[in-house]
């Protein structure tokens, strides 16, 4: 216990040999979300973005590489802003060069949103590198070590999920 008669099991208050496991797991995801949180931050900074502009990037991205079209729409939806938010977010985005606004090539009354070669080439250039160190991390473990982390990685969200809808 500590002075307020809190467990001290280093969850919340730092990294501590003599953790017991269930704690130690707990403070390993905490360290990787902050070591995460601070290279999302290092990326929108060197991007000169915000992260719900990020987030929309990452999502065209993914969406070009599978030949999905994206509109306005599901830009909002995906995001989880208001339309004129979304209409604010794609201004930001056409003004600084990362996207387009391109007529849909079936329905003449809608857009579709496609983010420009060069916005590729500079996510590709900023988060490349990482992501090639964390994919080595990811093949050097064995298929059983692969299948317990999946597993434990989507139990755990299912359980931060839960807390979210059923407070």
Avoid: C, N
């Avoid at 939806?77 to 391109?102: F, K, M, P, Y």
């Avoid at 500079?122 to 064995?142: K, Y």
Wanted: no cysteine; aromatic share 4%; hydrophobic share 35%.
């Amino acid at each position: 216990m500590d002075s307020h008669g809190t467990p001290a099991s280093g969850y919340w208050y730092g990294p501590d040999d003599r953790l017991d496991p269930p704690a130690a797991i707990l403070q390993a995801l905490r360290d990787y979300r902050a070591s995460e949180v601070a290279t999302r931050r290092s990326t929108r900074d060197s991007m000169g973005m915000g992260e719900t502009d990020l987030l929309a990037l990452r999502y065209l991205l993914r969406a070009k590489s599978t030949g999905e079209r994206v509109g306005p729409k599901d830009l909002s939806r995906v995001l989880g802003i208001t339309t004129a938010s979304t209409t604010s977010l794609i201004d930001r985005l056409v003004a600084s060069g990362h996207v387009r606004r391109e007529p849909h090539p079936t329905d003449r009354r809608s857009l579709v949103i496609v983010p420009t070669v060069a916005t590729d080439s500079e996510v590709r250039a900023t988060l490349g590198q990482m992501h090639r160190r964390m994919m080595e991390v990811a093949e050097s473990m064995s298929a059983e070590d692969a299948r317990v982390v999946i597993t434990f990685l989507r139990r755990m969200s299912s359980a931060i999920s839960q807390e979210r809808h059923h407070p």
